[in-house]
C-alpha cells in the first residue's frame, strides 16, 4: 500500500505463544511515486480546465438521464502490477464495492483478474471513493473524494482464457473509509442473462473522473461472457474491472475488454465484452457473498452482556492467504419472524480466529461477566496442542479483545469434555478426558494480579475397583451444576448399568486429602445426551436428548446430593427433513434455552424456542436484517 512521506513503520503481529525472536521480516521491494494522490487530482483539475478529458465521447456520470444509485459505490484502482521477473509498474483500473445476500455492511471489491488478479497486487492496491465531477464537464471535484481503503485481500478470480476476467477482493479488517451518509455497497444478479437487454457502465477511463456509457448487451460466443454495443459513450484503458449495471441497477458484469474508443464525440460503434457475473458467482463468488451457504460456526454472546445471543457464521472458504472471516448477528423478533437486529458485524474478540489451525472446544461465559468467551486448541511445539481463550475484557470503560493461554503442551489425544466452576471461584475451569486411559483431569483456573489465567492442575482420576484397578465401564458424559449448589460436577455413566449415573464432585479447597466426593444417582439416560441447560431456570443443570431424531428433555429434580431427573418430556418429536440439532442456547433473551438447527445442505437456519409446555415449533429466520 502507498504511504506518504519518506519514513514508513511496519507492525507485525505475532500470535500467541510464538517468540518475537523467532519472527523474519523481509521487505522485497519498494516503489518510489513521484506524484501522490493529491498531486494527482490538481493535476487532474488542471486538465479539466483546459477542456482535456480521457476522450470527447465520454460523459461524467451525472450528465442526462437517471444516475444509478451504485455510482457511490464506484471505485477507482490504482495498483501495483508484477511481471514473472518480479519487476513492477503502477497501473490504474476501476472496480465496484459490492455486498453480500445478508446485507452485512460487509463491503467487497469487484474488478477485472487482468487487473488484480494475486496476492501480491491486492495488497498494493489503493481504492478511492466519489473520483467524479460534481457537474457535467465540470472541473470540480466531488468533496467526498477520499482514500476507501489502501490494501485488499485478494479472495478469488478467474483470468480470461477459462473464466469471466472477474476478481473479489476485500478490505484485511474494519480500517476503511465509511462516508459520512454511509458505505453504498452496489447489489448484484446472480442469473444468468439471456436476450437483449439495456446497461450502463460506470468507469474511469484513462484514470479520469467517473464516466456513464449506455448500451445494450447480449450474450457473446464464449459464455462467459456478454456483448455490449455502446449507444452512448464507451471504454478506455482505465475502464478494465468496471460494473456492467442492469436497469436495476444490479451488477451483472465486469469489463474485460473490446475495441470501443471515441470517434470525436461519438463511440465508434464496435464491441466490448464484459465478464458474466453469474458464471464467476456460480464457480467461486458464492462463497463469500451468499451467506446462508456459509457454515454456522457458533452461538454465543460475544458482546452483549443480556438480551439474545448471536448466530456467528464463517465463510464457507479460506482466503488464498488462510484467512477466514466470523460475522455475527443477534436474532430478535420482528414482523416477519426471527432476523439479524440491524446489521452484521465482526466481532474483535472472533479476530484471532481467521488466520491458522484452529478448532473451537467451548462457547461459554468463564468468568461471569454476562459474555460468552471461546475455548479453542492450537497446533503447539513438539506435536501438542494448546488451549486458550478469546476473550473481551472491560476496564475503565474501555473494551479490550485478546487471546489468553490457559494450557500448553497438551497431548493430542486429550479430549475437553466441557468447562464448568468446580471450585466456586466464579472462573470456569477445564475438564479433560484421556479416553486410552480412560482417565479426568480438572485445571482448575484462576487470575493473577495482571489478569492472565493461572491453571492448576489437579491429579488425575477415575474409578477403581476394590483391589485398585480401573474400572474400563465408566465413562464421562457431562458437566454441569446438576443439583444447584454453584458448583459443576462431572457426569459418569457405567455401561454396564445404563440407568446409573454417578456424579463427581470436587472439594479440594476445603478437603485437601480426600477432593472427591462420589455421589450416585438413578437417572433415564436415554438417546445421546447433546446439552445440559437450565431449561426451567431453578439453578441447576437438566438434559437434552436427541433420540434418533427425536428431541427430548427431562429435568434435574434433585437436590444437595440427591440426584433424579423428571419424566422425559418431547420437544421435537423428530427433526424437520434434511435438518440438524446445531446448538442449545438461549437465542431470544427469555433465560430458557432454545433448539438451533441448520440444514445440512443449503444452511438454513430454524430456531424451536421453549415454549414452557407443549411441543416446541421451528421457525425459520431470516439472515437479512
Given at each position: 500500500?502507498?504511504?506518504?512521506?519518506?519514513?514508513?513503520?511496519?507492525?507485525?503481529?505475532?500470535?500467541?505463544?510464538?517468540?518475537?525472536?523467532?519472527?523474519?521480516?523481509?521487505?522485497?521491494?519498494?516503489?518510489?511515486?513521484?506524484?501522490?494522490?493529491?498531486?494527482?487530482?490538481?493535476?487532474?483539475?488542471?486538465?479539466?480546465?483546459?477542456?482535456?478529458?480521457?476522450?470527447?465521447?465520454?460523459?461524467?456520470?451525472?450528465?442526462?438521464?437517471?444516475?444509478?444509485?451504485?455510482?457511490?459505490?464506484?471505485?477507482?484502482?490504482?495498483?501495483?502490477?508484477?511481471?514473472?521477473?518480479?519487476?513492477?509498474?503502477?497501473?490504474?483500473?476501476?472496480?465496484?464495492?459490492?455486498?453480500?445476500?445478508?446485507?452485512?455492511?460487509?463491503?467487497?471489491?469487484?474488478?477485472?483478474?487482468?487487473?488484480?488478479?494475486?496476492?501480491?497486487?491486492?495488497?498494493?492496491?489503493?481504492?478511492?471513493?466519489?473520483?467524479?465531477?460534481?457537474?457535467?464537464?465540470?472541473?470540480?471535484?466531488?468533496?467526498?473524494?477520499?482514500?476507501?481503503?489502501?490494501?485488499?485481500?485478494?479472495?478469488?478470480?478467474?483470468?480470461?482464457?477459462?473464466?469471466?476476467?472477474?476478481?473479489?477482493?476485500?478490505?484485511?479488517?474494519?480500517?476503511?473509509?465509511?462516508?459520512?451518509?454511509?458505505?453504498?455497497?452496489?447489489?448484484?444478479?446472480?442469473?444468468?442473462?439471456?436476450?437483449?437487454?439495456?446497461?450502463?457502465?460506470?468507469h474511469h477511463p484513462g484514470g479520469d473522473h467517473l464516466m456513464r456509457s449506455v448500451g445494450a448487451a447480449s450474450p457473446a460466443r464464449s459464455k462467459n461472457y456478454l456483448r455490449v454495443l455502446w449507444t452512448e459513450g464507451g471504454t478506455a484503458p482505465g475502464s478494465s474491472g468496471s460494473a456492467l449495471l442492469n436497469l436495476d441497477g444490479q451488477v451483472i458484469g465486469t469489463l474485460w475488454g473490446g475495441s470501443s474508443e471515441c470517434n470525436g464525440v461519438v463511440g465508434n460503434g464496435l464491441?466490448?465484452?464484459?465478464?458474466?457475473?453469474?458464471?464467476?458467482?456460480?464457480?467461486?463468488?458464492?462463497?463469500?457473498?451468499?451467506?446462508?451457504?456459509?457454515?454456522?460456526?457458533?452461538?454465543?454472546?460475544?458482546?452483549?452482556?443480556?438480551?439474545?445471543?448471536?448466530?456467528?457464521?464463517?465463510?464457507?472458504?479460506?482466503s488464498p492467504l488462510g484467512r477466514t472471516t466470523y460475522q455475527a448477528a443477534r436474532l430478535n423478533e420482528t414482523a416477519n419472524g426471527l432476523s439479524p437486529d440491524n446489521a452484521w458485524r465482526s466481532p474483535a474478540m472472533l479476530r484471532p480466529l481467521e488466520y491458522g489451525t484452529v478448532s473451537i472446544v467451548a462457547v461459554q461465559d468463564m468468568d461471569g461477566d454476562g459474555r460468552d468467551d471461546v475455548v479453542v486448541r492450537r497446533p503447539g511445539l513438539f506435536g501438542t496442542e494448546t488451549?486458550?481463550?478469546?476473550?473481551?475484557?472491560?476496564?475503565?470503560?474501555?473494551?479490550?479483545?485478546?487471546?489468553?493461554?490457559?494450557?500448553?503442551?497438551?497431548?493430542?489425544?486429550?479430549?475437553?469434555?466441557?468447562?464448568?466452576?468446580?471450585?466456586?471461584?466464579?472462573?470456569?475451569?477445564?475438564?479433560?478426558?484421556?479416553?486410552?486411559?480412560?482417565?479426568?483431569?480438572?485445571?482448575?483456573?484462576?487470575?493473577?494480579?495482571?489478569?492472565?489465567?493461572?491453571?492448576?492442575?489437579?491429579?488425575?482420576?477415575?474409578?477403581?475397583?476394590?483391589?485398585?484397578?480401573?474400572?474400563?465401564?465408566?465413562?464421562?458424559?457431562?458437566?454441569?451444576?446438576?443439583?444447584?449448589?454453584?458448583?459443576?460436577?462431572?457426569?459418569?455413566?457405567?455401561?454396564?448399568?445404563?440407568?446409573?449415573?454417578?456424579?463427581?464432585?470436587?472439594?479440594?479447597?476445603?478437603?485437601?486429602?480426600?477432593?472427591?466426593?462420589?455421589?450416585?444417582?438413578?437417572?433415564?439416560?436415554?438417546?445421546?445426551?447433546?446439552?445440559?441447560?437450565?431449561?426451567?431456570?431453578?439453578?441447576?443443570?437438566?438434559?437434552?436428548?436427541?433420540?434418533?431424531?427425536?428431541?427430548?428433555?427431562?429435568?434435574?429434580?434433585?437436590?444437595?446430593?440427591?440426584?433424579?431427573?423428571?419424566?422425559?418430556?418431547?420437544?421435537?418429536?423428530?427433526?424437520?427433513?434434511?435438518?440438524?440439532?446445531?446448538?442449545?442456547?438461549?437465542?431470544?433473551?427469555?433465560?430458557?434455552?432454545?433448539?438451533?438447527?441448520?440444514?445440512?445442505?443449503?444452511?438454513?437456519?430454524?430456531?424451536?424456542?421453549?415454549?414452557?409446555?407443549?411441543?416446541?415449533?421451528?421457525?425459520?429466520?431470516?439472515?437479512?436484517?
Open positions: 500500500p502507498a504511504a506518504a512521506g519518506s519514513v514508513g513503520v511496519v507492525e507485525v503481529a505475532v500470535p500467541p505463544g510464538v517468540s518475537p525472536s523467532v519472527v523474519r521480516l523481509s521487505v522485497d521491494q519498494v516503489m518510489h511515486m513521484v506524484m501522490s494522490p493529491e498531486d494527482a487530482v490538481a493535476r487532474s483539475t488542471e486538465k479539466r480546465l483546459a477542456g482535456n478529458v480521457s476522450g470527447a465521447c465520454h460523459s461524467d456520470f451525472v450528465c442526462g438521464g437517471s444516475t444509478p444509485q451504485a455510482a457511490d459505490a464506484a471505485l477507482y484502482l490504482d495498483f501495483v502490477q508484477y511481471d514473472k521477473f518480479g519487476y513492477s509498474a503502477g497501473y490504474l483500473c476501476s472496480g465496484m464495492l459490492v455486498g453480500d445476500s445478508a446485507q452485512s455492511n460487509s463491503p467487497y471489491v469487484l474488478t477485472a483478474d487482468h487487473c488484480i488478479g494475486t496476492a501480491a497486487g491486492a495488497y498494493d492496491t489503493d481504492a478511492y471513493l466519489f473520483w467524479r465531477s460534481t457537474t457535467c464537464g465540470g472541473p470540480t471535484l466531488d468533496a467526498r473524494f477520499a482514500l476507501f481503503v489502501s490494501g485488499l485481500e485478494y479472495l478469488y478470480s478467474e483470468d480470461v482464457r477459462k473464466g469471466a476476467d472477474m476478481a473479489l477482493l476485500r478490505p484485511f479488517d474494519g480500517n476503511y473509509h465509511v462516508p459520512a451518509a454511509g458505505l453504498m455497497l452496489a447489489g448484484w444478479n446472480p442469473t444468468t442473462q439471456t436476450g437483449t437487454q439495456t446497461v450502463v457502465g460506470l464491441p466490448d465484452e464484459y465478464g458474466r457475473f453469474s458464471t464467476a458467482y456460480a464457480r467461486g463468488l458464492r462463497n463469500w457473498l451468499h451467506t446462508p451457504t456459509r457454515p454456522l460456526a457458533m452461538v454465543a454472546r460475544t458482546a452483549e452482556t443480556t438480551g439474545p445471543r448471536e448466530l456467528v457464521l464463517r465463510d464457507l472458504r479460506p488451549l486458550s481463550m478469546l476473550q473481551e475484557r472491560s476496564a475503565g470503560g474501555d473494551t479490550e479483545s485478546g487471546e489468553w493461554l490457559l494450557l500448553a503442551r497438551m497431548d493430542r489425544s486429550i479430549k475437553v469434555l466441557g468447562v464448568g466452576d468446580f471450585d466456586g471461584n466464579g472462573i470456569a475451569d477445564l475438564a479433560l478426558y484421556d479416553p486410552r486411559q480412560r482417565l479426568m483431569q480438572l485445571v482448575l483456573l484462576s487470575r493473577n494480579d495482571a489478569g492472565n489465567y493461572v491453571p492448576d492442575l489437579v491429579n488425575l482420576f477415575g474409578f477403581t475397583d476394590q483391589n485398585g484397578r480401573l474400572i474400563t465401564t465408566f465413562a464421562p458424559v457431562a458437566i454441569g451444576d446438576f443439583n444447584g449448589t454453584g458448583r459443576a460436577q462431572v457426569l459418569f455413566r457405567n455401561s454396564r448399568k445404563p440407568k446409573e449415573a454417578h456424579f463427581v464432585h470436587w472439594r479440594g479447597d476445603t478437603q485437601p486429602f480426600a477432593p472427591f466426593e462420589l455421589t450416585v444417582g438413578v437417572l433415564n439416560l436415554a438417546g445421546t445426551l447433546v446439552a445440559t441447560p437450565d431449561i426451567d431456570g431453578d439453578g441447576q443443570a437438566d438434559f437434552v436428548f436427541n433420540n434418533r431424531g427425536a428431541i427430548r428433555y427431562s429435568l434435574s429434580e434433585g437436590s444437595g446430593f440427591s440426584y433424579t431427573m423428571s419424566p422425559h418430556q418431547a420437544a421435537l418429536t423428530s427433526l424437520p427433513s434434511g435438518f440438524l440439532l446445531a446448538a442449545v442456547s438461549d437465542m431470544d433473551g427469555d433465560g430458557r434455552p432454545d433448539l438451533v438447527l441448520r440444514h445440512r445442505s443449503n444452511g438454513d437456519i430454524r430456531v424451536a424456542r421453549y415454549p414452557g409446555a407443549g411441543i416446541w415449533t421451528p421457525q425459520p429466520v431470516s439472515l437479512v436484517p
